[in-house]
């Protein structure tokens, strides 16, 4: 049985699914946004980052090479 924060984040990121990278990072960038909601976008913009971006690595590494390569 999923937990109720768990289910928030799934519905969040089903909510997201179809944004674009441009649209994602002023949800991450912007702190009047729930936090929740900022690890979802971060999420997708991970799932979204090109491969010379996160070079094929874990997804923790690859969190990382997004964050540092978007400003974020």
């Known amino acids: 049985m999923a937990t109720d ?7 969040l990121l089903a909510g997201l699914r179809r944004r674009s990278t441009e649209e994602l990072l002023p949800i991450l960038r912007e702190r009047r946004h729930p936090p929740l909601l900022r690890v979802a976008a971060l999420r ?10 996160t070079q094929g690595r874990s997804y923790a590494a690859r969190r990382r090479l997004v964050r540092r390569h978007y400003g974020v």
């Open 5 to 11: 924060r768990l289910t928030r984040l799934l519905r």
């Open 44 to 53: 997708w913009l991970v799932h979204l980052a090109p491969l010379d971006v």
